[in-house]
């Protein structure tokens, strides 16, 4: 055995000063240093990396951006152009792409309902806004506000709901999704983990069959079935009979999401709420719902940008939401065989939302995050 | 206040709790203590009905415990609990958690509720706390956090089951010192522990569980100095002999 010689000490024991730490471990270099080169596997993988986005971008770039046309009346005007993407078919029909065929004269109704959406949002996304407990119930009455906005009636023309399309229609299908379902998944959470053997059997048995179906099968019985089950004489909306199947199904996903928080809030936070004498439904309001939110924060956002998507499936059923446009503008002779610009154009602004939603799910996790782990002490 | 008789608890098969008779008077501090698997924890965890029992009665303040729920959550109203793990609400600050019963079970106005929030926080030692989450605290200041929520009910009994089980050595006189200075106030107090200097400084009666039975119950001189059970005796020569 060598014998260790003792630590050579410049400081008295206990008296060791706190001191900075070596100066290639902080700020850029450091950050470098550590993210990009901090082997030779990881220098090697930095520049391949870069690499490939050189090759992309010059590809690329060249086609989508420097070479594209914007405005021509055709597909062979466009050639006639430049060599490059041919955007002239999204932006003359760009009107369709937004509003389907909602008549032009009417089109401020949608872009009123769009920005009060915008407003509506600030209270419920943000929990700093000034007042928000009564800008949370405007919001709350915004989905009749925005109904009677883009449908009509009370003094506004009615606009049949045949005519909406495009990223109107996604919105539309969208927006009330979510809103119906967050309650709605809650509750058959709720119901499925409930003590109350009928209440939790019905809850599980709505919950498995709508996860066993495919969407698309519950949109046709929406498009042709569910009349053969109304009294005969009642005509039922197409759009509304969509929305409402859209939501029960993305309800019966959240409600799984849901119950994955609600499982992991330990025993001890129940016990101590019955130890205060809170009531049951105090301590699912105040104690349990907060916490298996926050938990269930990413499989809730999962769902919401799954149905959002899934939205497009609605051109099955004769809907034109983005995709319905896209193929009957290139049915149309004039722009045929430009699939790959009108894709691109749809998938660019699914990609874009989607993008928000899932950034806001993230910040909205830090935010929370005051959990079971210990902050820095101040 | 506390009367128990002929309580009998069963987990399963498991007889948990056989026969117990206690009876606790107002202001009386008892010490309950035992080897793990006694009932011990059992037994105070019936009082507040956090666990349910098949045979006996045990009523507080005059209220009967029974199936009725207005009666469970009366008695729980009555009857603070500590925990061994603490269990404060993690998503809520130090002050929103001791506000919380006061306001939604006393239905108490807020800025009363908050008052006597800070006054019991300035009780058990951490007034300067109350903006942060549990998160942030240590072992000790949590475990008072817990302390104080359960005084904002203003209790008349208080249960404390192993509250200094789960704490880190240097932390576990500031709580016991919270404890003593509760005990020296008046009120009720059943605790679980295996603190014995506290049991032999604040205790009216030791108790000795073993086996789901009340074996010795006697005031701390007589329990330490001369225990009348040969169980006793031999759990506090464990305990005790280092």
């Known amino acids: 055995m060598t014998a260790h010689p003792p630590p050579s000490r ?26 990009l080169f901090s082997s030779p596997f990881n220098s090697l993988m930095t520049v391949l990396a870069v690499w490939l986005i050189y090759l992309f971008v010059d590809a690329a770039g060249g086609w989508m951006i420097f070479d594209s046309v914007l405005h021509a009346d055709s597909r062979v005007a466009c050639q006639a152009i430049d060599s490059g993407a041919c955007w002239a078919v999204v932006t003359t029909r760009l009107d369709q792409f937004v509003y389907g065929f909602y008549p032009a004269a009417e089109r401020w109704r949608p872009n009123l309902a769009f920005a009060l959406l915008l407003a509506a949002l600030v209270p419920v996304l943000f929990s700093a806004v000034p007042m928000r407990r009564a800008l949370l119930w405007c919001a709350a009455a915004y989905p009749f506000v925005a109904a009677w906005l883009i449908h009509g009636g009370f003094g506004l023309p009615v606009v049949e709901t045949g005519r909406y399309g495009g990223f109107m229609l996604t919105l539309i299908i969208g927006v009330t999704g979510i809103s119906a379902s967050l309650p709605l998944g809650i509750l058959l959470a709720l119901g499925r983990q409930s003590k109350l053997l009928a209440l939790r059997i019905l809850s599980t048995a709505f919950i498995e069959f709508s996860r066993g179906v495919p969407l698309i099968t519950l949109l046709f019985v929406a498009s042709t079935m569910l009349n053969y089950f109304l009294p005969p004489g009642t005509s039922f909306d197409l759009l509304v009979r969509v929305l409402i199947m859209v939501s029960l199904f993305a309800a019966a996903y959240l409600a799984e999401a849901v119950r994955g928080g609600l499982q992991a809030i330990p025993r001890g936070q129940y016990e101590a709420a019955e130890a205060l004498g809170l009531s049951r439904w105090t301590t699912t309001r105040r104690i349990i719902l907060p916490q298996a939110l926050k938990i269930a924060i990413p499989g809730m956002v999962n769902v919401f940008v799954g149905l959002y998507k899934d939205s497009t499936l609605v051109v099955i059923i004769g809907l034109l939401d983005p995709l319905g446009i896209a193929r009957a503008v290139l049915a149309d002779a004039k722009w045929n065989g430009l699939a790959t610009e009108t894709y691109l154009f749809v998938a660019l602004f699914f990609f874009l939302s989607c993008f928000a939603i899932s950034r806001y799910s993230l910040w909205l996790e830090r935010r929370l995050a005051t959990g079971h782990q210990r902050a820095s002490m101040p | 206040m506390i009367r128990i008789a002929g309580l009998h608890k069963w987990y399963g098969d498991f007889h948990a709790l056989k026969d117990i008779d206690l009876s606790v008077s107002e202001g009386e501090r008892i010490v309950i203590c035992g080897p793990s698997g006694s009932g011990k924890s059992t037994l105070i965890r019936c009082i507040n009905r956090l666990e349910d029992h098949q045979r006996g009665s045990i009523s507080v303040g005059g209220t009967e415990l029974t199936r009725d729920v207005r009666d469970i959550e009366r008695i729980r109203s009555e009857v603070g609990m500590v925990f061994q793990h603490f269990n404060l609400f993690p998503h809520l600050t130090v002050l929103e958690n001791c506000t919380l019963a006061p306001l939604w079970v006393r239905k108490m106005p807020a800025a009363a509720a908050e008052a006597r929030a800070r006054e019991y926080l300035a ?47 240097e932390m576990i006189k500031e709580v016991l010192d919270t404890m003593i200075e509760l005990a020296e106030s008046g009120m009720t107090m059943l605790v679980v522990s295996h603190e014995m200097g506290f049991a032999r400084r604040v205790a009216d009666r030791v108790i000795f569980m073993d086996g789901g039975e009340i074996i010795e119950d006697a005031p701390p001189a007589d329990f330490f100095d001369n225990p009348q059970n040969e169980r006793t005796r031999l759990f506090l020569s464990r305990i005790l002999d280092h």
């Open chain 2, 123 to 169: 009780r058990v030692r951490i007034p300067e706390q109350a903006d942060k989450y549990p998160g942030q605290l240590s072992g000790g200041q949590q475990q008072r956090v817990a302390i104080a929520r359960a005084l904002c009910m203003e209790p008349k009994v208080m249960l404390f089951d192993e509250p200094t089980s789960a704490l880190d050595p």
């Open chain 1, 10 to 35: 410049s400081y008295p024991p206990g008296e060791h000063p706190d001191l900075p730490p070596p100066p290639a471990t902080t700020g850029i270099p450091g950050w470098l240093r550590a993210n």
